[in-house]
């Protein structure tokens, strides 16, 4: 059966998304991952090394490459741009075919990071102005790939299944239910996304591969502190112990918080996705994996 699927490469597999995503891309193709890469001790594939990742690319041979690897850390990014273009953009440059018409597709995850903030509701027409190194540095990637008639699907916020270690809501989760308080942003605005939907719209982009840009974020606009009281509310403890707080300049890259929402791209091949808001999504929980 897996000779009739497609290959799909998935790097990043063993970060968050990655590791969220990587059971349903192999249902619907023969996945591979790329190894994983420690930066501390150089143990591993590190993807900014071209010729380890020219030979990745050749003993895999993939049909479509998934690109998740990056230095999501905006503060870190800021602080030290090199490492940012290195993980962001050169990787991206890496695997990436030479000739366009006869590599393999890219599917390039990037990020709501690369508008300012300062409007929200983007759209997938809407013109980048990133306002962090983060932002540039996707920015700087997504153009290799469009270039490269890859595609690029913007999301953010992304939120994984309840039980997921580590995560925004299996921390809040635990603190909610011992009856803590916790603070939540009431300045920063996203689009928060469910990492199964866009494992789906992911599925759909890798199946189609039809190049250009596209939105996949959830439907509802959210402060973090809403966010935060839908999911106190979903758990049937007080709302009261998530209290609002303000998030400076510092702890989002130096630059001010504002509304990063997304507009979803509601054409082929996602006009079938199911990309909710976190309502609905809360609405299922704990039912929805
Ligand atoms: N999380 C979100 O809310 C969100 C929203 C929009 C877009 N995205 C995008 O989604 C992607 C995945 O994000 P994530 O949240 O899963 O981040 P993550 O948990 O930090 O995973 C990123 C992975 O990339 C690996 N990596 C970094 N540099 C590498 C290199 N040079 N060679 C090989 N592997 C390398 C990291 O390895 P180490 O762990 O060893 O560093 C890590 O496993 C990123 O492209 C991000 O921009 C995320």
């Given at each position: 059966?897996?000779?009739?699927?497609?290959?799909?490469?998935?790097?990043?597999?063993?970060?968050?998304?990655?590791?969220?995503?990587?059971?349903?891309?192999?249902?619907?193709?023969?996945?591979?991952?790329?190894?994983?890469?420690?930066?501390?001790?150089?143990?591993?594939?590190?993807?900014?090394?071209?010729?380890?990742?020219?030979?990745?690319?050749?003993?895999?041979?993939?049909?479509?490459?998934?690109?998740?690897?990056?230095?999501?850390?905006?503060?870190?990014?800021?602080?030290?741009?090199?490492?940012?273009?290195?993980?962001?953009?050169?990787?991206t440059r890496n695997l990436l075919p030479a000739d366009s018409t006869k590599g393999p597709h890219m599917v390039?995850?990037?990020?709501?990071?690369?508008?300012?903030?300062?409007?929200?509701?983007?759209?997938?027409?809407?013109?980048?102005?990133?306002?962090?190194?983060?932002?540039?540095?996707?920015?700087?990637?997504?153009?290799?790939?469009?270039?490269?008639?890859?595609?690029?699907?913007?999301?953010?916020?992304?939120?994984?299944?309840?039980?997921?270690?580590?995560?925004?809501?299996?921390?809040?989760?635990?603190?909610?239910?011992?009856?803590?308080?916790?603070?939540?942003?009431?300045?920063?605005?996203?689009?928060?996304?469910?990492?199964?939907?866009?494992?789906?719209?992911?599925?759909?982009?890798?199946?189609?591969?039809?190049?250009?840009?596209?939105?996949?974020?959830?439907?509802?606009?959210?402060?973090?502190?809403?966010?935060?009281?839908l999911l106190a509310q979903r758990l049937g403890v007080n709302i009261e112990l998530v209290q609002p707080s303000?998030?400076?300049?510092?702890?989002?890259?130096?630059?001010?918080?504002?509304?990063?929402?997304?507009?979803?791209?509601?054409?082929?091949?996602?006009?079938?996705?199911?990309?909710?808001?976190?309502?609905?999504?809360?609405?299922?929980?704990?039912?929805?994996?």
């Amino acid at each position: 059966m897996a000779a009739n699927k497609s290959k799909v490469l998935l790097t990043g597999a063993y970060g968050f998304v990655g590791q969220c995503i990587s059971p349903v891309l192999a249902e619907h193709f023969e996945l591979m991952k790329s190894p994983p890469y420690d930066e501390v001790t150089g143990e591993g594939l590190d993807l900014s090394d071209s010729s380890a990742t020219r030979q990745l690319m050749k003993d895999i041979a993939p049909n479509v490459v998934v690109h998740l690897a990056a230095l999501k850390n905006i503060a870190r990014c800021e602080r030290e741009p090199e490492a940012a273009w290195t993980a962001n953009v050169q990787t991206t440059r890496n695997l990436l075919p030479a000739d366009s018409t006869k590599g393999p597709h890219m599917v390039f995850l990037s990020s709501d990071y690369v508008f300012d903030g300062q409007e929200g509701g983007y759209t997938d027409l809407d013109f980048p102005q990133p306002a962090t190194v983060y932002g540039q540095t996707k920015r700087q990637a997504e153009l290799l790939v469009l270039q490269a008639g890859g595609t690029v699907v913007r999301s953010g916020g992304l939120y994984g299944p309840a039980h997921q270690p580590g995560v925004l809501f299996s921390w809040a989760i635990e603190q909610l239910q011992q009856n803590q308080k916790i603070e939540a942003f009431t300045n920063v605005f996203n689009s928060p996304t469910y990492v199964n939907d866009l494992a789906t719209a992911l599925v759909q982009l890798c199946r189609h591969r039809p190049g250009g840009i596209y939105h996949a974020a959830g439907s509802d606009r959210l402060s973090r502190f809403e966010l935060l009281r839908l999911l106190a509310q979903r758990l049937g403890v007080n709302i009261e112990l998530v209290q609002p707080s303000f998030c400076p300049k510092e702890a989002n890259g130096g630059v001010e918080p504002g509304d990063l929402s997304l507009v979803c791209s509601r054409r082929s091949p996602l006009e079938s996705v199911r990309l909710r808001g976190a309502s609905q999504v809360l609405a299922d929980w704990p039912m929805t994996t």
